[in-house]
């Protein structure tokens, strides 16, 4: 089994500052197709995970370029250059080269 | 756009099966692939399978023995079967598009409770 390990579990920052979430796996994603199968996602209170970032680095339809994700191999890293209010949540990582694990989750919440 | 919704029981006794359905709204099923995932209550994410447009299916090792997923393309709906409960399979299920171009879950129903209790 792949294992997804994310940190920190959680995180608090203040408007308009950085974060930076980190997600490191048991394996290497990259697949003989050359893809990289990792991927991010935002859970808000009380709502369903929404996908934000596929294949490392492609921000999903309609998600603010405020969000950005990074890495190789098996160390990925989720920026969010400026956090608002709005992104209050829980931050999954997930892989998808071997069925599918996600990560612990990292909560982030506003000062 | 399409849309997901999830229904079945709320309440399951232990050693039964729970079934749950996935209903699809503004695409057909046999365009994408899909996925079950479940959340238990204050934790996180767990895949359970994937089934693919053939009918045919992936499963997490983990509900391999009890799990089977199937489509009812008349009604445009995905279904989840998961036997012999116990009180860990008390969760939020959900129902997702994971499509083969992205590869991940794209859509996302709102999720349906299920506890499993006597």
């Known amino acids: 089994d792949i294992v997804m390990t994310q940190t920190p579990l959680s995180l608090s920052v203040t408007p308009g500052q950085p974060a930076s979430i980190s997600c490191k796996s048991s394996?290497?994603?990259?697949?003989?197709?050359?893809?990289?199968?990792l991927y991010w996602y935002l859970q808000k209170p009380g709502q369903p995970p929404q996908l934000l970032i596929y294949?490392?680095?492609n921000r999903f339809s309609g998600v603010p370029d405020r969000f950005s994700g990074s890495g190789s191999g098996t160390d990925f890293t989720l920026k969010i250059s400026r956090v608002e209010a709005e992104d209050v949540g829980v931050y999954y990582c997930m892989q998808s080269i071997q069925f599918r694990t996600f990560g612990q989750g990292t909560k982030v919440e506003i000062k | 756009q399409v849309q997901l919704q999830e229904s079945g029981p709320g309440l399951v006794k232990p050693s039964e099966t729970l079934s749950l359905t996935c209903s699809v709204s503004?695409?057909?099923?046999?365009?994408?692939?899909w996925s079950w995932i479940r959340q238990p209550a204050g934790k996180g994410l767990e895949w359970i399978g994937r089934?693919?447009?053939?009918?045919?299916?992936t499963y997490n090792p983990s509900f391999e023995s009890r799990v089977t997923m199937s489509l009812d393309t008349s009604k445009n709906q995905l279904s989840l079967r998961l036997t012999s409960v116990t009180a860990a399979d008390t969760a939020v299920y959900y129902c997702?598009?994971?499509?083969?171009?992205?590869?991940?879950?794209?859509?996302w129903g709102q999720g349906t409770m299920v506890t499993v209790s006597s």
């Open positions: 394996q290497s994603l990259l697949h003989s197709d050359g893809k990289t199968y």
């Open positions: 503004g695409g057909s099923i046999m365009s994408d692939f």
């Open positions: 294949a490392v680095s």
């Open positions: 089934i693919y447009t053939s009918g045919s299916s």
């Open positions: 997702a598009r994971d499509p083969v171009q992205t590869n991940a879950f794209d859509i």
